[in-house]
């Protein structure tokens, strides 16, 4: 099945410097991504809509230019944390909408990031 | 705007019972998707079911039964004789069928079952 990889699973960094996530779809082509955000025990919270060759669309609230979001190929997505701090410490994860299948979505495994 | 409501935040059941965890929808779209996903404690969503709206149908999946009505705008999620690997947070989710690709999702807050031995 469809399968998205997102790495790093975890991450650990010092406050003020920039963390890279990368979801990769491996086994199709994922025209839109999607990435949320997710604190300790509250739900999904979307964050952007990334399509390929195109600006993301953020949802209200969310700082553009702290979270940039890159989606250069059909397979590859990134969202760049920059100058990072503890509250932005969260769970990160990404999800790709693959038209004409059954599941409809598929997320990769989340990211856990830890600003110290 | 679409809104999913999951009243109940914590369920704790036995080894063996039966648990319904409860969802309710908001959405001004004809057609659209429901769905049900666990996540369990190491974080990875996993996907448990996509229903139609057009598609009233009940669904049941070896101990996993759903009951979409749509009348009182309802997708609820029974496991029957529940186990300790149920144990997980449960979101019920909403999306439209109009925008195909951008088509969003939104999520309820979670329902986190603990079933104890």
């Known amino acids: 099945g469809a399968v998205v990889s997102q790495h790093p699973s975890w991450v650990i960094c010092k406050s003020g410097t920039s963390v890279k996530i990368e979801c990769r779809s491996l086994d199709f082509q994922a025209t839109t991504m999607f990435w949320y955000r997710q604190f300790p025990k509250q739900s999904l919270m979307l964050m952007a809509t990334?399509?390929?060759?195109?600006?993301?669309?953020?949802e209200q609230g969310v700082e553009k230019d702290k979270f940039l979001i890159n989606h250069a190929s059909l397979t590859l997505s990134t969202l760049t944390v920059t100058s990072a701090h503890p509250e932005d410490s969260s769970f990160y994860i990404c999800?790709?909408?693959?038209?004409?299948?059954?599941?409809?979505?598929?997320f990769g495994s989340g990211t856990r990031l830890t600003v110290v | 705007a679409q809104k999913v409501t999951q009243a109940q935040t914590e369920i704790s059941v036995v080894e063996k019972e039966d648990v319904t965890l409860d969802c309710v929808y908001e959405?001004?779209?004809?057609?659209?998707?429901l769905f049900w996903y666990k996540q369990p404690p190491s974080g990875e969503l996993v996907f448990l079911i996509r229903?139609?709206?057009?598609?009233?149908q009940n669904e049941i999946s070896g101990r996993y039964s759903w009951n979409f009505q749509k009348s009182t705008s309802s997708f609820n999620f029974t496991i029957t004789a529940s186990q300790v690997v149920d144990s997980a947070v449960y979101f019920c989710a909403l999306s439209d069928a109009r925008g195909g690709a951008n088509s969003k999702l939104t999520f309820g807050k979670g329902i986190t079952l603990s079933v104890r031995p």
């Open positions: 999800s790709a909408r693959r038209t004409g299948s059954t599941v409809g979505y598929t």
């Open positions: 229903r139609n709206s057009f598609d009233e």
């Open positions: 990334s399509n390929e060759g195109s600006k993301a669309t953020y």
């Open positions: 959405t001004r779209d004809t057609t659209y998707y």
